[in-house]
């Protein structure tokens, strides 16, 4: 089992970056594939990007791809998300979440509480 804990969200202007972490308990963090999902308020929960378990392989929404980047330092058993050129539209709750690289969020077994990404005009 893995408890996951994100951080680093934030109220931005538009084309500002963030990084989000996200923080897991349990000591086989590094066996788990990872992923980020985000939800905008009325709209269904959306895939955002995803890591194998050594960082080799990454799988990316195409409304990201380009922006954002992820990885994952097993020896801090720390996934991150780097946002670049933020826009309006990627305002949202952020999750992170464990055991899979898909992007089907019911592949996934283990969830975040979210952190709150807002991007102003």
């Known amino acids: 089992q893995v408890q996951l804990v994100e951080s680093g969200g934030g109220l931005v202007q538009a084309g500002d970056s963030l990084r989000l972490s996200c923080a897991a308990s349990g000591r086989t963090f590094s066996t788990y594939a990872m992923g980020w999902f985000r939800q905008a308020p009325g709209k269904e929960r959306e895939f955002v990007a995803a890591?194998?378990?050594?960082?080799?392989?990454?799988n990316y929404a195409d409304s990201v791809k380009g922006r954002f980047t992820i990885s994952r330092d097993n020896a801090k058993n720390t996934v991150y998300l780097q946002m670049n050129s933020l826009k309006p539209e990627d305002t949202a709750v952020y999750y992170c979440?464990?055991?899979?690289?898909?992007?089907?969020?019911?592949?996934?077994?283990?969830w975040g509480q979210g952190t709150q990404v807002t991007v102003s005009s």
């Open positions: 890591i194998n378990w050594s960082g080799s392989s990454t």
């Open positions: 979440a464990a055991d899979s690289i898909s992007s089907d969020s019911w592949r996934y077994a283990y």
